[in-house]
C-alpha cells in the first residue's frame, strides 16, 4: 500500500496460516494516515506465498530480514518500522539482530518464546497429556523435514538485538501465555516498552486499547524513526 507522501515504511508479518492483509486489518488505516508505506507480505507457506512448511517464525526470520532489505532497495532513505503479530511477533523478534539499519524501530504484538514453549502450551489446553514426549517427536520431523529447531528461541535473539522494540500482549490471551512477553521483555538487550493490556484476548490488543495502543506506536516512531534517537 504505497503512500505518495510516505515519511516510512512498514513491513508487517502475519500469524499463523494467516495474511497480513486480515492481521493488520485494524491498523492499515492508522499506518497510513499516519505517513507510512505498507510492504504486507505472506509468510513462507501460508496464502500467496510458495514453500512447503510453516515454521513458526525460525526461518521467516530469515524472510523477514530480506523483505526489510527489500523495502530499504525500494524506498531509499525512508525509515523502516518492522511489525509482527503472533508468530509474525516471533518472526521478527528472531530478525531482529540481522535487520539493515535502516530498520529504526520494531513493534511484536503478542509473539511466543519459542515454537517448543508455544507447542507445549497447545499440548496442555488439549487436555492433560505430557507434552514433552509428544514435543521430542514433532521436533525431530520439523529438524528432517522442514529444516528447525522447535526450541529455538526469541530470547537468544532478543539478548543480540540493539534495535527499539514496543512490546505488546494481552493479559487474557488464551493462546500464548502473557509470561511470554514478560519473557521477552526481560530478555531484551535494546531499549524496550512493554504495552500490557488488561483483558485483551490474543491478537486483540489494538482493539481493546485503541487510543494506549497508537499513543504507544506513535511514541515508538516519534523518538526512533522520525526523532533522531540513536537505536
Known sequence: MENPNARG??????????NSTRDFLGGCPFYYNSGFTLLLIDQRACSESEGKYVTFGVRESRDAVDWCKFAAEKYPGLPILLAGIS???????????????????IAADCGFV?????????????????AAPILFGVNLWARLLAGF??????KDALAKNTTPILFAHGEADALVPPED????????????VLLS??????????CEDLEGYQAALRNLWDTYLFGGADA
Open 9 to 18: 515504511v512498514v513491513v508487517a508479518c502475519h500469524g499463523y496460516r494467516s
Open 87 to 105: 508468530m509474525g511477533a516471533t518472526t521478527v523478534m528472531m530478525a531482529s539482530p540481522n535487520v539493515p539499519p535502516q530498520v529504526k524501530a
Open 114 to 130: 519459542s515454537p517448543w514453549e508455544m507447542l507445549t502450551a497447545v499440548v496442555h489446553s488439549a487436555g492433560k497429556f505430557p
Open 149 to 154: 529447531d522447535l526450541r529455538t528461541s526469541a
Open 181 to 192: 512477553v514478560r519473557e521477552n521483555y526481560n530478555a531484551c538487550k535494546a531499549p524496550a
Open 197 to 206: 493490556v488488561p483483558n485483551a484476548a490474543h491478537g486483540m490488543s489494538y
